[in-house]
């Protein structure tokens, strides 16, 4: 029985052990680095509840990151210029391009409206997808219920993005944290990506100390998608753990990277990059964005009125994948990260007014329809019928002249 006991012992020892091997694809030691710095980073990024920060960012075509580093181009062109606002939750960001640039992309707009071939059917005319190189945007966003207003002037319209539909490429927000690769509101950050991969959504690992462009840096690598994508992350100690360098690798070799090339401390020990490069092989080039802060200001008093946007008269709103919510203003509309709830209720209410407008009428417009065709009808009836008579009484006139 003592053996029997033992047995069972040392069976449920060794079942808990290979458990425990099996659920952790990191060893102990690697898990923890990777939490810590994690963790660390998440602690400096989130530290920034209240400032304003001014940038530009430059669109570059270079042949790699490391002669961009040496400062060398083979193109760099002002694309916009940035304010960003971020107070408790409350976010506003300003893009204005540069006005020629702007000039440029309304004509390449207003060309794409003019049909093609010098046809002027709608039918016949060919619509051409074309890339707009930059556009004034108005951004605002509340954190606490996720939603966020983009308005673009370019387009003359507003898009309402929910919760749910935040965007995960970029598209949403572009600033010196973004990196081109965190997506919406920086959603795919560095702490998100390490702490799933902790918890064995993909393999992920602690590489140690390496030296990258000259930078001491601690570096994971994490494998998503089933180890299709490589993500490499150096973060700097030195400087409140922000990744000073970033790479996504593929297949077919490195399609982006991103470097920190210049930080700046800030109050209470926080660290905001300050010049950010960023690479994408794409269509056999390699262009990026440069980002250069030029004013950086924490824990300073910023207005409400900052974070309001006038949406100007006869311009759209529309919810994201919603096609029942939408409106076209009659009068300039005053918005607010705090009425972005309310901007949603105004659309489902214009598009239940002009629902019912227009309904009533399509069912007049129907049934007059419907009435028009039956009395056109009896009148061609009656005609036939008149003609027929006619025809028949006057065959017999004929015949009793003719007896």
Same mark, same amino acid.
């Given at each position: 029985?003592?053996?029997?006991?033992?047995?069972?012992?040392?069976?449920?020892?060794?079942?808990?052990?290979?458990?425990?091997?099996?659920?952790?694809?990191?060893?102990?030691?690697?898990?923890?680095?990777?939490?810590?710095?994690?963790?660390?980073?998440?602690?400096?990024?989130?530290?920034?509840?209240?400032?304003?920060?001014?940038?530009?960012?430059?669109?570059?075509?270079?042949? /790699?990151? #490391?002669?961009? &580093?040496? @400062? =060398?181009? !083979?193109?760099?062109? +002002?694309? %916009? $210029?940035?304010?960003?606002?971020?107070?408790?939750?409350?976010?506003?960001?300003?893009?204005?391009?540069?006005?020629?640039?702007?000039?440029?992309?309304?004509?390449?707009?207003?060309?794409?409206?003019?049909?093609?071939?010098?046809?002027?059917?709608?039918?016949?005319?060919?619509?051409?997808?074309?890339?707009?190189?930059?556009?004034?945007?108005?951004?605002?966003?509340?954190?606490?219920?996720?939603?966020?207003?983009?308005?673009?002037?370019?387009?003359?319209?507003?898009?309402?993005?929910? /919760?749910? #539909?935040?965007? &995960?490429? @970029? =598209?949403? !927000?572009?600033?010196? +944290?973004? %990196? $081109?690769?965190?997506?919406?509101?920086?959603?795919?950050?560095?702490?998100?990506?390490?702490?799933?991969?902790?918890?064995?959504?993909?393999?992920?690992?602690?590489?140690?100390?390496?030296?990258?462009?000259?930078?001491?840096?601690?570096?994971?690598?994490?494998?998503?998608?089933?180890?299709?994508?490589?993500?490499?992350?150096?973060?700097?100690?030195?400087?409140?753990?922000?990744?000073?360098?970033?790479?996504?690798?593929?297949?077919?070799?490195?399609?982006?990277?991103?470097?920190?090339?210049?930080?700046?401390?800030?109050?209470? @020990?926080?660290?905001?990059?300050?010049?950010?490069?960023?690479?994408?092989?794409?269509?056999?080039?390699?262009?990026?964005?440069?980002?250069?802060?030029?004013?950086?200001?924490?824990?300073?008093?910023?207005?409400?009125?900052?974070?309001?946007?006038n949406i100007p008269r006869n311009a759209t709103i529309s919810v994201a994948n919603a096609d029942d919510q939408w409106a076209?203003?009659?009068?300039?509309?005053?918005?607010?990260?705090?009425?972005?709830?309310?901007?949603?209720?105004?659309?489902?209410?214009?598009?239940?007014?002009?629902?019912?407008?227009?309904?009533?009428?399509?069912?007049?417009?129907?049934?007059?329809?419907?009435?028009?065709?039956?009395?056109?009808?009896?009148?061609?009836?009656?005609?036939?019928?008149?003609?027929?008579?006619?025809?028949?009484?006057?065959?017999?006139?004929?015949?009793?002249?003719?007896?």
């Amino acid at each position: 029985m003592t053996k029997i006991y033992w047995i069972l012992l040392l069976s449920l020892f060794v079942l808990f052990s290979l458990k425990g091997i099996v659920d952790a694809d990191v060893p102990v030691g690697q898990r923890d680095a990777m939490r810590v710095i994690a963790e660390q980073y998440l602690a400096n990024r989130e530290s920034f509840h209240v400032f304003s920060c001014y940038y530009t960012r430059h669109q570059i075509v270079a042949d /790699a990151m #490391e002669e961009v &580093l040496m @400062g =060398n181009y !083979r193109e760099k062109n +002002f694309q %916009f $210029d940035g304010k960003w606002y971020v107070r408790n939750g409350y976010i506003r960001l300003e893009q204005t391009c540069d006005p020629l640039v702007f000039a440029e992309a309304k004509e390449m707009l207003e060309r794409q409206q003019i049909p093609q071939n010098g046809q002027s059917s709608q039918k016949t005319s060919t619509v051409v997808p074309i890339s707009i190189p930059c556009t004034n945007r108005l951004i605002i966003r509340n954190n606490k219920d996720g939603l966020e207003l983009s308005y673009s002037e370019l387009l003359t319209g507003a898009t309402l993005l929910p /919760a749910i #539909e935040q965007n &995960l490429d @970029g =598209n949403i !927000r572009s600033t010196p +944290f973004d %990196f $081109d690769l965190m997506g919406g509101s920086e959603v795919m950050n560095p702490y998100r990506v390490i702490t799933d991969s902790l918890n064995g959504q993909f393999a992920g690992r602690y590489d140690g100390t390496q030296y990258i462009h000259g930078m001491s840096l601690e570096v994971i690598t994490l494998f998503p998608e089933n180890g299709r994508f490589e993500h490499k992350y150096g973060f700097d100690p030195k400087s409140g753990f922000l990744p000073r360098y970033v790479s996504i690798k593929t297949p077919n070799g490195v399609v982006l990277e991103a470097v920190i090339i210049d930080v700046k401390e800030l109050s209470g @020990g926080r660290w905001f990059p300050i010049e950010v490069v960023t690479l994408t092989k794409r269509h056999g080039w390699i262009i990026g964005g440069y980002y250069k802060v030029n004013a950086i200001s924490v824990d300073i008093e910023i207005p409400d009125d900052v974070f309001l946007i006038n949406i100007p008269r006869n311009a759209t709103i529309s919810v994201a994948n919603a096609d029942d919510q939408w409106a076209i203003l009659d009068e300039v509309m005053t918005v607010g990260p705090g009425t972005l709830e309310e901007v949603r209720t105004f659309c489902i209410d214009f598009v239940r007014a002009y629902n019912e407008e227009k309904i009533p009428f399509d069912i007049v417009q129907s049934v007059f329809g419907y009435t028009m065709l039956r009395v056109f009808a009896c009148i061609i009836g009656l005609a036939m019928i008149a003609t027929a008579v006619y025809l028949l009484v006057k065959k017999r006139i004929t015949r009793g002249r003719i007896t």
